[in-house]
């Protein structure tokens, strides 16, 4: 039984880390230092602006897991005033995820469950279980199984909601093409290319 627990954990696990290498991380190590004009928090404000909603700010937040609100965009500190392209990309993405929480409060709320469930699982269940085998002499198997397994149904989470954040990555790209929210043509691609591979980042738990 414990072999089925295994596989079934493994498989998820293994489909979303290299759906984030190809995706995400092989696309954010090529533009790692790319700098471009606008910083992320700017740009996240120009995201809110075509979104033509009001009452909405942009503010810097230390967070240990996604937050997502519908009167604010949470930039972790680190980036905020970064003109890196991958993180004025992260910032438009969220930008992207907050305008979606105002018509759609409910679906991405329950992503944003789902990203701190598939990293919380994980590391709650290792605590029963190293208790469990102190107290009961739980095997090796058993206990690879069910971490494995825990970790394995948090992936399986970010995977049924992860088209909440393409969907918002598809918003800022066309805010980039339609409305020209970065003025040079090489700039917006760029940004567009790493919004997307953003998307993907949250598809691994850690």
């Known amino acids: 039984m414990w072999k089925f627990l295994l596989l079934v954990g493994l498989l998820p696990l293994i489909l979303s880390f290299f759906a984030r290498k190809y995706f995400c991380d092989r696309v954010l190590r090529r533009y790692e230092e790319e700098k471009i004009t606008p910083s992320a928090k700017s740009f996240a404000k120009s995201v809110i602006q075509c979104g033509e909603v009001k009452g909405v700010e942009v503010v810097a937040k230390r967070r240990l897991f996604l937050r997502v609100k519908p009167d604010e965009v949470i930039i972790p500190p680190a980036i905020i005033d970064s003109k890196l392209a991958s993180n004025v990309a992260e910032a438009g993405l969220r930008a992207g995820l907050t305008l979606m929480a105002r018509r759609q409060k409910k679906v991405v709320d329950y992503r944003v ?20 085998w102190f107290m009961s ?70």
């Open 113 to 132: 469950w789902a990203v701190k469930f598939s990293r919380s699982l994980p590391s709650y269940t290792i605590i029963v279980v190293i208790f469990a």
């Open 137 to 206: 002499g739980l095997s090796l198997g058993w206990a690879m199984g069910i971490v494995t397994f825990s970790a394995g149904l948090g992936c399986t989470m970010l995977w049924l909601t992860q088209t909440v954040e393409r969907e918002a990555a598809k918003l800022v790209s066309i805010f980039l093409d339609e409305k020209r929210l970065i003025n040079r043509r090489s700039e917006s691609e760029l940004v567009e290319k790493l919004v997307k591979a953003r998307a993907w980042k949250r598809i691994w738990p850690l």
